[in-house]
């Protein structure tokens, strides 16, 4: 795995003569270090489907205890002449928003958390939403070891918590059907009746999520294209509620202003998940052990992006060395946790053998 993790890096030569977008995306803690990732994407190969791993050439996977623009921009032109890069795909971030400043790249803003974005400038503050979700937090509590312990809640997610909001909506429209048609026993009615003060709230904010969901799913299969905005402003002109004309109007300027950075006809993409979903197959690996921090085995992302062929890694095992691993792994990985902590010890290990020597 680790040598055609190294083997699908190329040479800075390889991108010339080409056009070429980048996703960029920055890892959760891991230890104490985090990891930056920065893909290639061909821009001549994207079509109307969403991006998948084959897509991607990775370009730099590196980890640092911090990730400053400056920093980024430098693993950038080491990489790749910026001169053959259109543009940035990456969320919002104070870091990657500047490192597109500096290098002079246009920077697509990733949908996902530009809509979570809008959600929690609506709805953050909101007393009715702080009401309901509270209302629910405590319902879980208070029912998971009792009798209707089935009429649960979804769980609400601590991290990113405006990206999944809808599950709770959901599960709000069922049970207030659950109601309306008398399919609860008294004791279930009892613990969910509260449910009818939130009723025409429940409705418009499902409505308003279910739209937003549709634009993105639109968005990240077909990705930004004159046709898309048109087709995705149809479904946002169903939002009659007040927040959901606040959000609608959100995304037509969000629309209009990735689009005028860009030629009419112009398909763009505008969605990092591809490379999130890296960082999300490689958390997988590492779980089980989260002491070791980063590590070379981060190389299980670039890996991904080989098409699986037999002569491929037939090639990459032949042709890559445990040297090169390693050569790769002290200039982006550097001492790892779990390197570092085996060191200490041995010391400590080695002291005490001697003093039962003596």
């Given at each position: 795995m680790k040598k055609q993790g190294v083997a699908n890096f190329k040479e800075k030569s390889f991108f010339e003569d080409n056009k070429w977008f980048l996703i960029i995306d920055e890892s959760i803690q891991f230890g104490n270090k985090k990891l930056i990732a920065v893909m290639a994407v061909l821009s001549s190969s994207v079509r109307e489907k969403a991006l998948t791993y084959l897509d991607l050439i990775p370009l730099v996977l590196k980890s640092s205890t911090s990730w400053k623009a400056e920093q980024i921009k430098q693993e950038i032109i080491n990489s790749i002449d910026v001169k053959d890069v259109e543009y940035v795909v990456c969320d919002n971030g104070n870091n990657l928003k500047s490192t597109c400043n500096i290098l002079d790249l246009i920077h697509v803003e990733d949908v996902n958390h530009k809509i979570s974005g809008f959600i929690k400038n609506v709805y953050e503050n909101d007393p009715v939403f702080e009401s309901y979700t509270k209302h629910l937090s405590g319902l879980r509590g208070k029912l998971s070891l009792s009798k209707v312990?089935?009429?649960?809640?979804?769980?609400?997610?601590?991290?990113?918590?405006?990206?999944?909001?809808?599950?709770?909506?959901?599960?709000?429209?069922?049970?207030?059907?659950?109601?309306?048609?008398?399919?609860?026993?008294?004791?279930?009615?009892?613990?969910?009746?509260?449910?009818?003060?939130?009723?025409?709230?429940?409705?418009?904010?499902?409505?308003?999520?279910?739209?937003?969901?549709?634009?993105?799913?639109?968005?990240?299969?077909?990705?930004?294209?004159?046709?898309?905005?048109?087709?995705?402003?149809?479904?946002?002109?169903?939002?009659?509620?007040?927040?959901?004309?606040?959000?609608?109007?959100?995304?037509?300027?969000?629309?209009?202003?990735?689009?005028?950075?860009?030629?009419?006809?112009?398909?763009?993409?505008?969605?990092?998940?591809?490379?999130?979903?890296?960082?999300?197959?490689?958390?997988?690996?590492?779980?089980?052990?989260?002491?070791?921090?980063?590590?070379?085995?981060?190389?299980?992302?670039?890996?991904?992006?080989?098409?699986?062929?037999?002569?491929?890694?037939?090639?990459?095992?032949?042709?890559?060395?445990?040297?090169?691993?390693?050569?790769?792994?002290?200039?982006n990985i550097g001492e790892s946790l779990f390197k570092k902590r085996a060191a200490l010890y041995k010391e400590i290990r080695v002291k005490k053998n001697i003093k039962k020597a003596a």
């Open positions: 312990a089935h009429l649960i809640p979804p769980n609400q997610r601590i991290v990113s918590r405006f990206m999944n909001l809808t599950p709770l909506f959901v599960w709000g429209e069922k049970t207030l059907r659950l109601i309306e048609n008398k399919k609860l026993d008294n004791q279930e009615l009892e613990k969910v009746a509260f449910l009818l003060n939130y009723k025409e709230f429940v409705t418009d904010t499902l409505l308003v999520l279910n739209t937003l969901n549709l634009t993105q799913k639109k968005l990240k299969i077909n990705h930004f294209n004159q046709v898309q905005i048109r087709e995705c402003l149809l479904e946002l002109e169903k939002l009659k509620s007040q927040k959901g004309l606040m959000i609608a109007e959100k995304m037509r300027s969000y629309f209009e202003n990735t689009m005028a950075k860009f030629d009419a006809n112009r398909q763009v993409v505008c969605s990092s998940d591809v490379i999130e979903s890296c960082f999300g197959k490689y958390k997988e690996v590492v779980k089980l052990n989260k002491t070791i921090g980063v590590s070379d085995i981060c190389l299980s992302i670039s890996c991904l992006t080989n098409n699986g062929e037999i002569k491929e890694l037939k090639k990459a095992l032949e042709n890559t060395k445990t040297k090169d691993v390693k050569k790769w792994s002290d200039e």
